[in-house]
């Protein structure tokens, strides 16, 4: 059988963990930055860990991750 495909846009959002999960960013920290504080921003800027209802689906995007 041939390779299976990684998707590219998958490849560059996500990264895998140490135990196998996958690591995302969070969003709402590109523009109109003036009326969000900066606790809020701080925390957006930390990754977040990819919910176990879109794990299948990441997964399965990044076949050898």
């Not at 560059?12 to 996958?22: A, I, P």
């Not at 920290?29 to 701080?42: F, P, V």
């Not at 930390?46 to 879109?54: G, R």
């Amino acid at each position: 059988m041939p390779k299976i495909k990684t998707r590219r846009s998958a490849a560059k959002r996500f990264s895998v963990t140490g135990s196998g999960k996958f690591r995302r960013r969070k969003q709402n920290l590109r523009h109109i930055l003036t009326k969000k504080s900066a606790k809020r921003k701080m925390n957006l800027g930390q990754s977040a860990i990819v919910d176990a209802t879109n794990e299948k689906a990441v997964r399965r995007m990044m076949p050898y991750a």
